[in-house]
């Protein structure tokens, strides 16, 4: 049998690009074969086995013929008459399918290697469209490696485009859908992972709740950008420039949802859009089945960026309600990204990437003098129930006041 390094580990060692992750591929053997060298078989659908000493995953080499919609509908091909070019053939993108050997060489049958040279996402056969998966992970691919300058070949967003139109998006699966999108939140550019999806139609598919929101216009005197979906996607920008943390990000990218539901003849106004926006990321999370930490974020800072905004207009008492809303005392780590994704809303506006917000810092602020009431005193002192809680809240809006003068 013959083993190969294959996909992300080839490409990017070609890219002098970081890797963790290695998968390899076995040419001309048995399941039988691999168990008995001390491989453990893990896959069920098609045999993918763990090396015995480094737990790293080798897969026979396989074919794939699609059966039914979806990506699950696949019948797989796994014998010793499988070869590496016919493995190959099967993957999504030229610089994915690309081979090296156990002595250095290169197998390269679909020139990836010219591809990458070119910065071109282009995808290996027609066989790409038999799984809408691979519509996210080219927007994923695009979001990883736009600094480098990677583009999509116009030929490959064009089929894109007719897998969209045929429907194959719509079988998609939440899970599936949330475990690219968290994976492109994690990479350099996750907002051009959302311009991808937008261009070949399927953002409407999958978030239309986020494509809706390009073409509706804010006020310009705020907003110089005036179009919110550009908004949405400069905010995420900065979100990126401010924190690594994907919740973060994510919470940026939902928090302007509720002006996708702003009635027109109330245009370029949006009243009352955090509390709409708000309810709409709770339905996103649970269509998309997201996890509760991105949810909570996210739904706290669409229903909370206002406060943040007008923090230094805000009496004491407000300042001290918004922070038990936003639940700061118990989750102090959570307030703290609700305070960047909102600073990042602040700065994702044209001239506005690079000012200085005094917003995020008082509000830090007067939770630290919130913080400091002494709790247990009040307990002593024999306060309990709705009325401790009353007492609390009592001295935690006059130390808030101390600060604010």
């Not at 074969?33 to 480094?54: C, N, S, W």
């Not at 509720?258 to 999370?285: F, N, Q, S």
């Not at 630290?368 to 002494?374: H, I, R």
Request: hydrophobic residues 40%.
């Amino acid at each position: 049998m013959n083993i190969y390094l294959v996909g992300g580990a080839v490409r990017d060692q070609l890219l002098d690009y970081p890797h963790n992750e290695k998968d390899w591929v076995v040419v001309g053997a048995t399941p039988d074969d691999m168990i008995a060298r001390g491989y453990q078989q893990v896959g069920k659908d098609f045999p993918v086995f763990l090396h015995p000493e480094t737990k790293e995953e080798y897969a026979l080499a396989r074919t794939e013929r699609k059966t039914a919609p979806g990506y699950k509908g696949f019948e797989v091909h796994a014998d010793v008459d499988v070869t590496l070019e016919d493995d190959l053939m099967r993957r999504d993108l030229t610089i994915n399918a690309i081979a090296r050997d156990e002595n250095g060489n290169i197998m390269d049958p679909f020139n990836g290697i010219q591809d990458i040279h070119d910065r071109i996402l282009r995808h290996v056969s027609p066989a790409f469209s038999e799984d809408p998966v691979r519509i996210l992970r080219v927007a994923r691919f695009a979001a990883r490696y736009l600094h480098l300058g990677f583009i999509v070949a116009d030929e490959t967003m064009q089929l894109m485009k007719d897998m969209v139109a045929a429907g194959e998006v719509d079988a998609l699966v939440p899970e599936r859908i949330w475990q690219e999108m968290e994976k492109a939140l994690g990479e350099r550019s996750p907002s051009r992972f959302i311009e991808v999806l937008r261009d070949c139609g399927a953002l409407a598919r999958i978030l239309p709740e986020l494509d809706c929101l390009f073409g509706v216009p804010q006020p310009e005197e705020h907003h110089p950008e005036i179009d919110t979906g550009i908004h949405t996607l400069m905010v995420l920008q900065q979100a990126c420039r401010l924190s690594d943390d994907k919740d973060v990000r994510f919470a940026a990218l939902m928090h302007d949802l509720g002006k996708g539901t702003t009635p027109r003849e109330e245009w370029p106004r949006h009243i009352e859009h955090e509390a709409r926006g708000a309810d709409i990321v709770l339905d996103v999370c649970k269509r998309l089945r997201i996890p509760n930490d991105y949810r909570d974020l996210a739904e706290r800072t669409a229903r909370f960026h206002l406060h943040y905004h007008r923090a230094l207009e805000l009496k004491p008492s407000t300042l001290v309600k918004t922070l038990e809303q936003l639940d700061a005392f118990r989750k102090p780590e959570r307030f703290e990204k609700f305070l960047i994704a909102s600073e990042a809303d602040a700065r994702g506006r044209p001239g506005y990437e690079n000012k200085l917000f005094k917003q995020g810092d008082y509000f830090r602020q007067a939770f630290k003098a919130a913080q400091s009431v002494d709790i247990k005193a009040l307990v002593e002192q024999g306060y309990t129930n709705a009325e401790l809680a009353e007492k609390i809240r009592q001295q935690r809006v006059k130390l808030v006041s101390a600060i604010s003068k």
